[in-house]
């Protein structure tokens, strides 16, 4: 079964406007961790965000927050004020309690528009 | 502080042949783990180290293996390449692979099989 899953394929958002990243996970450790990975058309992956299970704050990272909603099984990215370099395949991903391996969800890319 | 170091960015082999990919951590991050990326399959967990010990294996054939030194750089090893086995590999450093340690990707190698 699919651990993570990201239904947007791809969106496409007005420079300066904010837009939401969809992801849902299904685990039944009551311990993991979230994570959102931003990847250019360059191949690196990039570190953005984490939401540890038991964390009773929503995680924030400048432009980037992380809406956690535990009860929902939905951990989704919010991008405010968007910029041209933001343009990129965005992931999510969970590292089960004792687990060593990140699983990821398919990704979805985002596309800026000026 | 460098970031994690792979070695070649690309690759051609023909079939048949076999590869090995390097890969050089964040200093002080004892966790290496890897990772294969296809449009078709996404992102799928190979293997991770920790102190030279495989530590989690991913559902990939056992022409696929890796190795862990003594200063943690890692190097992955696949034998009797198939066409399929044409993909980005990602290798990723944490200071101990558990959950709040986010992994820091390099910048992949993109190995082309013909």
């Known amino acids: 079964a699919q651990k993570i899953t990201q239904t947007q394929p791809g969106m496409f958002v007005q420079e300066k406007e904010a837009v939401t990243l969809d992801c849902t996970y299904d685990t039944s450790d009551p311990s993991y961790g979230l994570f959102w990975y931003k990847q250019p058309s360059s191949g690196e992956m990039i570190f953005l965000i984490y939401?540890?299970?038991?964390?009773?704050q929503n995680a924030t990272e400048g432009r980037y927050s992380l809406n956690f909603q535990k009860a929902r099984k939905s951990a989704n990215l919010v991008i405010s004020a968007s910029q041209l370099g933001d343009s990129a395949m965005y992931f999510c991903a969970m590292r089960e309690g004792g687990d060593y391996k990140l699983s990821f969800g398919a990704g979805t890319t985002v596309t800026v528009r000026a | 502080k460098a970031g994690v170091t792979q070695t070649p960015r690309y690759l051609i082999k023909t079939r048949g042949q076999q590869v090995t990919l390097s890969c050089s951590p964040i200093?002080?991050?004892?966790?290496v783990s890897w990772y294969q990326q296809t449009p078709g399959q996404g992102l799928q967990f190979l293997f991770e180290y920790f102190s030279e010990t495989q530590r989690n294996k991913g559902n990939f054939p056992g022409r696929f293996s890796g190795r862990q030194f003594s200063n943690s750089r890692s190097e992955m090893n696949v034998s009797t390449l198939e066409l399929g086995d044409s993909a980005l590999y990602l290798c990723?450093?944490?200071?101990?692979?558990?959950?709040?340690?986010?992994?820091?990707f390099g910048n992949g190698t993109r190995l082309t099989v013909t």
């Open positions: 990723a450093s944490s200071l101990d692979g558990q959950a709040p340690s986010p992994l820091h």
């Open positions: 200093s002080g991050h004892r966790s």
């Open positions: 939401q540890g299970s038991y964390d009773q």
